[in-house]
Protein backbone atom coordinates (compact mmCIF):
# COMPACT_ATOMS: atom_id res chain seq x y z
CA UNK A 1 0.00 0.00 0.00
CA UNK A 2 1.38 3.38 -1.14
CA UNK A 3 0.45 6.80 -0.33
CA UNK A 4 1.06 10.49 -1.08
CA UNK A 5 0.89 10.99 2.37
CA UNK A 6 2.09 8.50 4.77
CA UNK A 7 0.08 7.49 8.02
CA UNK A 8 1.08 9.90 11.00
CA UNK A 9 1.30 7.73 13.66
CA UNK A 10 2.03 8.37 17.85
CA UNK A 11 3.82 5.69 19.69
CA UNK A 12 3.03 5.66 23.25
CA UNK A 13 4.61 2.65 25.19
CA UNK A 14 6.73 3.00 28.80
CA UNK A 15 9.47 -0.09 27.97
CA UNK A 16 11.95 1.26 25.42
CA UNK A 17 12.40 -1.68 23.59
CA UNK A 18 9.06 -2.44 22.84
CA UNK A 19 8.34 1.76 21.76
CA UNK A 20 12.01 1.29 19.57
CA UNK A 21 10.72 -2.14 17.59
CA UNK A 22 7.09 -0.80 17.17
CA UNK A 23 8.79 2.38 15.64
CA UNK A 24 11.34 0.16 13.15
CA UNK A 25 8.80 -1.59 11.93
CA UNK A 26 6.66 1.53 11.33
CA UNK A 27 8.76 3.38 9.76
CA UNK A 28 10.14 0.80 7.64
CA UNK A 29 7.07 0.83 5.60
CA UNK A 30 6.77 3.80 2.57
CA UNK A 31 3.11 4.75 3.66
CA UNK A 32 3.46 4.91 7.68
CA UNK A 33 5.99 7.44 9.50
CA UNK A 34 6.29 7.83 13.57
CA UNK A 35 5.67 11.28 14.27
CA UNK A 36 5.67 11.37 18.20
CA UNK A 37 6.68 8.87 20.57
CA UNK A 38 5.23 8.91 24.56
CA UNK A 39 6.56 6.82 27.68
CA UNK A 40 3.47 7.52 29.67
CA UNK A 41 -0.08 7.90 29.16
CA UNK A 42 0.17 11.58 29.89
CA UNK A 43 2.79 12.57 27.72
CA UNK A 44 0.53 10.30 25.21
CA UNK A 45 -2.07 12.96 25.43
CA UNK A 46 -0.03 15.75 25.63
CA UNK A 47 1.71 14.54 22.19
CA UNK A 48 -1.47 13.67 20.80
CA UNK A 49 -2.23 17.35 21.35
CA UNK A 50 0.81 18.84 20.23
CA UNK A 51 0.86 16.74 16.65
CA UNK A 52 -2.57 15.25 15.93
CA UNK A 53 -1.56 12.24 14.44
CA UNK A 54 -3.44 9.97 12.27
CA UNK A 55 -3.34 7.00 14.35
CA UNK A 56 -2.14 6.68 17.78
CA UNK A 57 -0.90 3.13 19.09
CA UNK A 58 -1.05 3.19 23.34
CA UNK A 59 0.50 0.63 25.77
CA UNK A 60 -2.36 -0.56 27.71
CA UNK A 61 0.04 -0.14 31.11
CA UNK A 62 1.91 2.64 31.28
CA UNK A 63 3.06 4.99 34.58
CA UNK A 64 1.10 8.35 35.44
CA UNK A 65 -1.85 7.60 33.35
CA UNK A 66 -3.06 4.06 31.98
CA UNK A 67 -3.54 3.68 28.39
CA UNK A 68 -6.74 2.97 28.55
CA UNK A 69 -7.56 6.13 30.80
CA UNK A 70 -5.33 8.12 28.14
CA UNK A 71 -7.80 6.65 25.23
CA UNK A 72 -10.47 8.25 26.92
CA UNK A 73 -8.72 11.37 27.48
CA UNK A 74 -8.35 12.33 23.75
CA UNK A 75 -11.68 11.15 22.63
CA UNK A 76 -13.07 13.31 24.91
CA UNK A 77 -11.02 16.39 23.41
CA UNK A 78 -10.92 14.93 20.29
CA UNK A 79 -13.72 12.52 19.53
CA UNK A 80 -12.45 11.58 16.31
CA UNK A 81 -9.38 9.82 16.87
CA UNK A 82 -8.23 7.30 15.78
CA UNK A 83 -6.31 5.14 18.54
CA UNK A 84 -4.98 1.29 19.17
CA UNK A 85 -5.15 -0.03 22.28
CA UNK A 86 -1.53 -2.61 22.62
CA UNK A 87 -1.31 -4.75 25.73
CA UNK A 88 0.49 -8.20 27.17
CA UNK A 89 -2.80 -9.30 27.81
CA UNK A 90 -5.47 -10.36 26.04
CA UNK A 91 -8.21 -10.72 28.92
CA UNK A 92 -11.61 -9.76 27.63
CA UNK A 93 -12.05 -7.36 30.20
CA UNK A 94 -9.39 -5.19 28.83
CA UNK A 95 -10.68 -5.53 25.59
CA UNK A 96 -14.05 -4.10 26.26
CA UNK A 97 -12.62 -1.26 28.69
CA UNK A 98 -10.33 -0.58 25.78
CA UNK A 99 -13.43 -0.51 23.38
CA UNK A 100 -15.90 1.50 25.48
CA UNK A 101 -12.96 4.22 26.62
CA UNK A 102 -13.21 4.71 22.60
CA UNK A 103 -10.24 2.64 21.05
CA UNK A 104 -10.94 1.14 17.09
CA UNK A 105 -8.61 -1.77 17.70
CA UNK A 106 -6.71 -4.15 20.52
CA UNK A 107 -3.55 -5.55 20.14
CA UNK A 108 -1.82 -7.86 21.87
CA UNK A 109 2.36 -7.68 22.09
CA UNK A 110 2.47 -10.90 20.42
CA UNK A 111 0.69 -10.01 17.63
CA UNK A 112 2.21 -10.61 14.21
CA UNK A 113 4.11 -8.40 11.88
CA UNK A 114 0.97 -8.28 9.44
CA UNK A 115 -1.31 -7.73 11.87
CA UNK A 116 0.14 -4.23 13.47
CA UNK A 117 0.33 -2.88 9.74
CA UNK A 118 -2.90 -4.22 8.98
CA UNK A 119 -4.28 -2.40 12.15
CA UNK A 120 -2.70 0.88 11.51
CA UNK A 121 -3.66 0.73 7.90
CA UNK A 122 -7.85 -0.53 9.15
CA UNK A 123 -7.98 2.67 11.38
CA UNK A 124 -6.43 5.21 9.37
CA UNK A 125 -8.85 4.33 7.12
CA UNK A 126 -11.65 4.86 9.71
CA UNK A 127 -12.21 0.93 10.36
CA UNK A 128 -12.08 -1.15 13.27
CA UNK A 129 -9.51 -4.20 13.70
CA UNK A 130 -9.73 -7.21 15.55
CA UNK A 131 -7.32 -9.86 15.29
CA UNK A 132 -8.58 -13.64 15.44
CA UNK A 133 -6.63 -14.20 19.11
CA UNK A 134 -8.73 -11.11 20.52
CA UNK A 135 -11.99 -11.98 18.97
CA UNK A 136 -11.58 -15.50 20.44
CA UNK A 137 -11.23 -14.14 23.76
CA UNK A 138 -13.99 -11.95 23.86
CA UNK A 139 -16.29 -14.99 22.19
CA UNK A 140 -15.08 -17.14 25.04
CA UNK A 141 -16.51 -14.99 27.82
CA UNK A 142 -19.51 -14.58 26.17
CA UNK A 143 -22.53 -16.79 27.55
CA UNK A 144 -23.72 -19.61 25.37
CA UNK A 145 -27.80 -17.88 25.64
CA UNK A 146 -26.87 -14.47 24.79
CA UNK A 147 -25.40 -14.90 21.06
CA UNK A 148 -26.96 -17.43 18.47
CA UNK A 149 -24.76 -19.06 16.02
CA UNK A 150 -26.00 -16.89 13.47
CA UNK A 151 -24.68 -13.83 15.44
CA UNK A 152 -21.39 -15.15 16.04
CA UNK A 153 -21.12 -15.50 12.35
CA UNK A 154 -21.76 -11.93 11.89
CA UNK A 155 -19.23 -11.32 14.49
CA UNK A 156 -16.79 -12.98 12.60
CA UNK A 157 -17.81 -11.66 9.40
CA UNK A 158 -17.85 -7.99 10.61
CA UNK A 159 -14.30 -8.58 11.71
CA UNK A 160 -13.30 -9.82 8.61
CA UNK A 161 -14.09 -6.47 6.76
CA UNK A 162 -17.98 -7.03 6.23
CA UNK A 163 -19.82 -3.98 7.50
CA UNK A 164 -22.82 -3.20 9.37
CA UNK A 165 -25.19 1.12 8.77
CA UNK A 166 -28.41 1.50 10.92
CA UNK A 167 -30.83 2.96 8.83
CA UNK A 168 -34.21 4.71 10.51
CA UNK A 169 -37.97 3.85 9.32
CA UNK A 170 -40.75 5.65 9.17
CA UNK A 171 -42.17 4.37 12.40
CA UNK A 172 -40.54 6.25 16.45
CA UNK A 173 -38.30 4.53 17.25
CA UNK A 174 -37.41 1.97 15.31
CA UNK A 175 -34.11 1.29 13.61
CA UNK A 176 -33.46 -1.07 11.66
CA UNK A 177 -29.37 -3.12 10.65
CA UNK A 178 -28.43 -3.75 7.32
CA UNK A 179 -25.79 -5.89 6.70
CA UNK A 180 -23.49 -6.11 3.22
CA UNK A 181 -21.68 -8.93 2.22
CA UNK A 182 -24.65 -11.36 3.07
CA UNK A 183 -25.39 -10.87 6.55
CA UNK A 184 -28.75 -10.39 8.27
CA UNK A 185 -30.41 -10.36 11.22
CA UNK A 186 -33.78 -10.38 11.84
CA UNK A 187 -35.11 -6.64 13.33
CA UNK A 188 -36.67 -8.73 16.29
CA UNK A 189 -33.02 -10.04 17.13
CA UNK A 190 -31.22 -6.59 19.54
CA UNK A 191 -29.29 -9.48 21.22
CA UNK A 192 -26.05 -7.33 20.21
CA UNK A 193 -22.74 -8.42 22.04
CA UNK A 194 -20.93 -6.28 24.38
CA UNK A 195 -17.68 -6.27 22.05
CA UNK A 196 -19.99 -4.66 19.05
CA UNK A 197 -21.08 -1.30 21.33
CA UNK A 198 -18.00 0.34 21.22
CA UNK A 199 -17.35 0.83 17.56
CA UNK A 200 -19.50 4.22 16.75
CA UNK A 201 -18.80 5.90 14.03
CA UNK A 202 -16.57 3.86 11.95
CA UNK A 203 -16.50 2.83 7.97
CA UNK A 204 -15.91 -1.06 7.15
CA UNK A 205 -14.91 -1.78 3.57
CA UNK A 206 -16.22 -4.83 2.00
CA UNK A 207 -16.46 -5.87 -1.35
CA UNK A 208 -15.21 -2.45 -2.49
CA UNK A 209 -17.53 -0.29 -0.99
CA UNK A 210 -17.42 1.91 2.02
CA UNK A 211 -20.26 2.15 4.63
CA UNK A 212 -21.06 3.77 7.58
CA UNK A 213 -21.05 1.76 10.47
CA UNK A 214 -22.66 2.42 13.91
CA UNK A 215 -23.24 0.09 16.78
CA UNK A 216 -25.52 0.80 19.92
Not at 171 to 181: D, I, L, N
Amino acid sequence: MKSETPIRVLVAEDHLIARVGITTILNAQPDITVVAEASNGQQAVDMYRQTKPDVGLLDVRMPVLGGIEAVAAIRSVFPEARLICLSTYGGDEDIRRAMHAGAASYLTKDVLHDDLLKAVRAVAAGQSYLPEQVLAALQAQVPGPILSARELEVLELIVKGSSISWTWKTGPRQRQPRFSAGLFICPESRRFPLPLVPFRGVRCQAAGKTTSSQFY
